[in-house]
């Protein structure tokens, strides 16, 4: 019974961690009022790092010769999932709308499923096929409202490419994190992932600070960064990466479907905007196109 429990735990993590990555909906429409986006970003991983080093400094330490053999590989982990995914998405809420950013990011689980496909040969069935029908249908419904003519008159900017650039960024990270095996631990690759991430920020966010806009280090912004530090950034993704490892980059990459859902509950908590029944139909279409690209059957090889 206990090792049945704990296999459980993968498939109920798929559920839960997108509830902390979906916070980030409310950093990006809540924070970037009081922080630039990039010094948020490159802030947040700051804190992050400044946080996991206090618990694997030791171990870490001990490991300097992996940190080397290692150092391409873990450094581009920080680019892609810190440094993309985390400023990007932030700097397209600047010139793009909601929906546009809703309908641009889950086009990252294709991106995970056509590269896992034609470079690590992983296995695409008819059923992953239908759940993933399934999840698309349900998150446009939601960002669309029902309304299916506003997706004729979407118009299309700068930010679009941003986020474009962060659904991409995303897969990638996705992808190799589970692919590019490592001797360190969950969260002592994650030290070093939000290090990189940060440093890959870091000239960025000197440019924002002397030819843009500059940060004001007050408790908004003390609130703001601790906030997109612990919930999305800690908590989600190392429920992320417990989760890709049991389950595949594949599977664990239609979180993003969830992350919409749970993002629409999340403007009707914090931002008064209304549920409606069409968000009823979307949640369950989601949740079940996830359970059919789990669902092993009987005629599937493992």
């Not at 991983?45 to 010769?65: A, D, E, G, R």
């Amino acid at each position: 019974m206990k090792n049945k429990s704990s296999s459980l735990i993968p498939y109920l993590l798929l559920f839960i961690q997108p509830i902390f990555m979906a916070s980030n909906l409310v950093v990006a429409r809540g924070g970037v009022e009081y922080v630039p986006p990039i010094s948020l970003a490159f802030w947040r991983w700051s804190i992050v790092f400044l946080i996991l080093i206090t618990f694997n400094f030791k171990s870490l330490k001990k490991k300097i010769k992996n940190i080397n053999s290692e150092f391409g590989k873990i450094f581009f982990l920080g680019t892609m999932g810190c440094g993309v995914c985390g400023a990007f998405p932030f700097l397209a809420g600047q010139s793009t709308t909601i929906v546009n950013m809703g309908i641009i990011y889950t086009s990252s689980p294709i991106f995970i499923i056509l590269i896992s496909f034609l470079f690590f040969k992983e296995k695409f069935t008819f059923f992953k096929f239908v759940g993933l029908v399934l999840c698309l249908f349900g998150v446009i419904l939601i960002i669309t409202k029902a309304n299916f003519e506003l997706l004729l008159t979407l118009k299309f900017t700068a930010g679009d490419l941003w986020m474009l650039g962060a659904a991409i960024g995303w897969a990638l990270y996705s992808i190799y994190l589970f692919y590019w095996k490592s001797k360190f631990t969950v969260f002592e690759r994650f030290t070093l992932i939000s290090l990189f991430g940060a440093f890959s920020l870091l000239p960025f966010y000197i440019i924002e600070e002397i030819y843009f806009l500059k940060t004001t280090f007050n408790s908004d912004f003390l609130i703001w960064v601790s906030f997109a530090a612990i919930s999305p950034g800690i908590i989600a993704f190392s429920l992320y990466t417990y989760t890709q490892k049991y389950l595949g980059a594949t599977t664990t990459g239609f979180t993003l479907y969830l992350f919409t859902v749970y993002g629409a509950f999340y403007g009707i908590l914090f931002f008064k905007e209304t549920l409606e029944v069409y968000h009823y139909f979307a949640t369950i279409m989601v949740f079940i196109g996830i359970y059919l690209v789990k669902k092993k059957f009987k005629n599937e090889k493992n």
